[in-house]
Each structure stands twice: as C-alpha cells, then as structure tokens.
C-alpha cells in the first residue's frame, strides 16, 4: 500500500500481495543460485536482452541468458492478467542492501509502455518524482506488484532512496536486503 493512497502518480498500478509465499520463496531460492553481476553500486542479473549502463542503450536479443522459467512464468502472468500487451523479453534482477538504492530515472522509450516490478524480501519506498516537482513515495511492500504506463511511465522520475531506514506505521525499520524484478518489453 503507498504511503500516500491519493497521490500516486497518474498511471501507476499498485498490487500488493500478487505473489502468494511459495511463489516469493521460489523466486528468492532460484535469484539466490544465480549469478549476479557486480560491475554497478549494487548487484544485478539480466535475462532475454541485456542492458548497457554505459551506453544506455539495449542491447541484441539473446545477449543476456535465456529468462528462467520460474520468472519466465511471472512474465506471462504478467501478460495473462492485462498489465502488458505481449510477455515481456527482458528482465533485470536488482539486489539492493542496506542504504543503497538507485538515482531517480525514467525507463527509455526504446522500452514498451508499462514497466512492471516485483519486490521481495523487504519492503522499501520507491520515490516518484512528477513533472511539476510533485512528489510521491509508495512503499512497494513484499509480494507486491507496481506497472508504471501512461503518465508515471513516461514524465515521472523513480528512484530507491539511498537511506538506512524505512519508516513503516511510524516505525523506523533497518533496511536488509530488497530484490526487485523488473519487467519490460523491447519497443511498442
């Protein structure tokens, strides 16, 4: 659930609970055997299509391992409920530990029209950032599901701040470890 229920950003669709505790425990056993990459502040898996930080630009299909079947599966139930209009080719896996996070951005066009992320392990805040400098911080809780389109997609900033702690109900929380899974499409 967002911090701020009446100010998500425009276009944002926000689910928590989309996994069930088998599916999240699965997910995290299968990121956990895999290879992660560590040339970022923080440490990533890419699946279908690879993207390059340097350039910032996406690279062939095919130049990142084949996307595993149990995130494979997600991508289609993706697809299956209506949050895409094909499965998605691309996903990146984030691991982010203690204070990191990563800068505010906006996905690049050359990317479809809805990015989705799952979150597991922890709950963090992912802060939005509009085009007359609103802002919005949802907490994007474990299990859960957030597809930017529209407005949110395409003229909002997001970014995981790079903070200690999480403040949830009132309480202050130590930030562990998150992973999120980042779904996209390749162009329109």
Same mark, same amino acid.
């Given at each position: 659930?967002?911090?701020?229920?009446?100010?998500?950003?425009?276009?944002?669709?926000?689910?928590?609970?989309?996994?069930?505790?088998?599916?999240?425990?699965?997910?995290?056993?299968?990121?956990?055997?895999?290879?992660?990459?560590?040339?970022?502040?923080?440490?990533?898996?890419?699946?279908?299509?690879?993207?390059?930080?340097?350039?910032?630009? =996406?690279? /062939?299909? $095919?130049? *990142? %391992?084949? #996307?595993?079947?149990?995130?494979?599966?997600?991508?289609?139930?993706?697809? &299956?409920?209506?949050?895409?209009?094909?499965?998605?080719?691309?996903?990146?896996?984030?691991?982010? =530990?203690? /204070?990191? $996070?990563? *800068? %505010?951005? #906006?996905?690049?066009?050359?990317?479809?029209?809805?990015?989705?992320?799952? &979150?597991?392990?922890?709950?963090?805040?992912?802060?939005?950032?509009?085009?007359?400098?609103?802002?919005?911080?949802?907490?994007?809780?474990?299990?859960?599901?957030?597809?930017?389109?529209?407005?949110?997609?395409?003229?909002?900033?997001?970014?995981?701040?790079?903070?200690?702690?999480?403040?949830?109900?009132?309480?202050?929380?130590?930030?562990?470890?998150?992973?999120?899974?980042?779904?996209?499409?390749?162009?329109?």
């Amino acid at each position: 659930m967002s911090l701020f229920e009446t100010s998500l950003p425009p276009g944002l669709i926000y689910v928590p609970d989309w996994l069930t505790d088998f599916e999240h425990d699965s997910l995290i056993t299968l990121i956990d055997r895999s290879h992660f990459e560590e040339s970022l502040m923080r440490r990533v898996q890419h699946y279908g299509v690879r993207y390059n930080y340097e350039s910032s630009s =996406i690279e /062939s299909a $095919g130049s *990142a %391992p084949p #996307i595993p079947a149990e995130i494979q599966t997600v991508g289609e139930r993706l697809f &299956s409920d209506g949050y895409f209009s094909r499965i998605p080719e691309q996903v990146i896996v984030n691991e982010y =530990i203690g /204070s990191q $996070g990563i *800068a %505010p951005h #906006i996905d690049r066009t050359s990317f479809g029209e809805a990015v989705a992320t799952v &979150s597991l392990n922890e709950s963090w805040s992912m802060k939005f950032r509009g085009p007359n400098e609103e802002i919005s911080e949802v907490l994007l809780e474990k299990k859960s599901l957030a597809i930017m389109t529209q407005r949110s997609r395409y003229e909002w900033t997001h970014e995981i701040p790079k903070r200690k702690y999480e403040v949830m109900s009132g309480m202050r929380k130590v930030r562990n470890r998150r992973i999120s899974l980042t779904f996209r499409t390749i162009g329109q």
